[in-house]
Nanobody, 111 residues
Framework: QVQLVESGGGLVQAGGSLRLSCAAS????????VNWYRQAPGKQREFVAG???????RYKDLVKGRFTFSRDNAKNTVYLQMNSLKPEDTAVYYC?????WGQGTQVTVSS
């Protein structure tokens, strides 16, 4: 059974940074597609960044140049480094892999 656990969310001022983590069990991130999504209040969940099994990392246009997806295969963990955060980045951020969602971690950016 795949389990994904996100962490690293919090409250930060605009312009600040956070690093989200997603740790997995029951799946090997090194051979899996892994994506980050987010859902703001009253809005649909949207793709933020993702890494296919093979190929280049993709980013939502609005986060390109500010967010960075990375993997640590030894720890079976992926990260989302978020810099230059904006109030519109406020959302619950979810990790997805193996047709499984994590529980989400809240990111709140104050103006």
């Amino acid at each position: 059974q795949v389990q994904l656990v996100e962490s690293g969310g919090g409250l930060v001022q605009a312009g600040g940074s956070l690093r989200l983590s997603c740790a997995a069990s029951g799946i090997f991130f090194s051979i899996s597609e892994v994506n980050w999504y987010r859902q703001a209040p009253g809005k649909q969940r949207e793709f933020v960044a993702g890494s296919p099994r093979v190929g280049t990392i993709r980013y939502k246009d609005l986060v390109k140049g500010r967010f960075t997806f990375s993997r640590d295969n030894a720890k079976n963990t992926v990260y989302l480094q978020m810099n230059s955060l904006k109030p519109e980045d406020t959302a619950v951020y979810y990790c997805w892999a193996g047709n499984t969602w994590g529980q989400g971690t809240q990111v709140t950016v104050s103006s």
